[in-house]
């Protein structure tokens, strides 16, 4: 069966850190940009960070640059993204998504638009 699956979220405090992780069954996610969005209880899905699929480019949300870094983990075959300096405005259900139309593709994008492929979603919520 092909499918994506998040892990990694749960409840941290204002400043805190989280690392999520994505994982792909049925294909091999290395090979294939993926891209990371969120999206909070009553607003658009937005994207958060992207990554290519042999190690170039990878771009960020504003909200989220100089916080969250995104990486490869070959020897999991995950892409995984940390979360630091957590604040409350990002909590939200996290979603990762691979393009499986981008064979290789060496670059990725934080809209949503050419990703097929994308998980349930975990949940991250930064409070007190």
């Known amino acids: 069966q092909v499918q994506v699956v998040e892990s990694g979220g749960g409840l941290v405090q204002p400043g805190g850190s989280l690392r999520l992780s994505c994982e792909a069954s049925?294909?091999?996610?290395?090979?294939?940009?993926v891209g990371w969005f969120r999206q909070a209880p009553g607003k658009e899905r937005e994207g958060v960070s992207c990554?290519?699929?042999?190690?170039?480019?990878?771009y960020y949300a504003d909200s989220v640059k100089g916080r969250f870094t995104v990486f490869r983990d070959y020897t999991k075959t995950t892409v995984v993204l940390e979360l630091n300096s957590l604040k409350p405005e990002d909590t939200a259900t996290y979603f990762c998504?691979?393009?499986?139309?981008?064979?290789?593709?060496?670059?990725?994008?934080?809209?949503?638009?050419?990703?097929?492929?994308w998980g349930q979603g975990t949940q991250v919520t930064v409070s007190s």
């Open positions: 049925g294909f091999p996610l290395d090979y294939y940009p």
């Open positions: 990554i290519s699929s042999n190690d170039g480019p990878r």
């Open positions: 998504a691979a393009d499986t139309k981008s064979y290789f593709g060496s670059d990725c994008t934080i809209l949503p638009t050419p990703y097929d492929y």
